[in-house]
C-alpha cells in the first residue's frame, strides 16, 4: 500500500493542494497501520498485541481520514464534476463502494477506540487484516476519483 501512495504522490503530488493534502493524510494513516500492525519498520520482535495508545491514536487517525474523504475531499471531486457528466458519473459509482469501506473502518473504530484491556482485543488481528484490505480496496477507489480532479481541473 504504501507503495502505491509514493506512485500517486509522483504522478499527482504538487498538482492541487486538496490532492497534496489527501495524499498526506492517506501516507500518515498507513504509517500508523504499519506501526499498529507490527510491520516495518515497526516490526515488533514479541508477538503482542499493541498498546491503548497506539490503538487509540490511529482509531483517531483513521476516523479523520474517512470523515475527511467524506466531508472535504469527495465534495472538491463532486463540486468540480457538475458540469462534466463523466466525472459525476464516475462519483456516483465509486461512492457506494467508498462507503462500504467506511462502514468497516467504523466497525473497527466502534471495536477498539475505547479497549480497556487485552481482553477487549480478541480478534485483533483479524479485524485489522479485513481493515487493511478495506483500505487499499478504498485508495484504489479514490485513486479513480484523484485522477478525475486532477483530469477536470488540471
Not at 475527511?68 to 466525472?87: L, M, P, R, T, W
Amino acid at each position: 500500500m504504501l507503495n502505491k501512495v509514493e506512485q500517486a504522490e509522483q504522478k499527482w503530488g504538487g498538482s492541487h493542494s486538496a490532492i497534496d493534502n489527501w495524499i498526506n493524510a492517506r501516507k500518515l494513516l498507513l504509517v500508523e497501520y504499519c506501526r499498529l500492525a507490527g510491520l516495518p519498520p515497526f516490526d515488533t520482535h514479541r508477538q503482542s498485541l499493541p498498546g491503548k495508545e497506539v490503538v487509540e491514536t490511529f482509531c483517531e487517525m483513521l476516523m479523520d481520514y474517512v470523515s475527511a474523504g467524506h466531508f472535504e475531499f469527495y465534495d472538491k471531486i463532486v463540486e468540480g464534476s457538475q458540469a462534466n457528466g463523466e466525472g459525476k458519473s464516475l462519483a456516483d459509482e465509486v461512492y457506494p463502494l467508498i462507503a462500504d469501506t467506511t462502514e468497516q473502518a467504523l466497525n473497527f473504530n466502534d471495536c477498539y477506540a475505547e479497549i480497556e484491556d487485552d481482553h477487549d482485543m480478541q480478534g485483533f488481528d483479524k479485524h485489522l487484516s479485513d481493515l487493511g484490505q478495506a483500505m487499499e480496496a478504498r485508495f484504489e477507489l479514490e485513486d479513480k476519483l484523484i485522477q478525475t480532479l486532477y483530469h477536470d481541473h488540471l
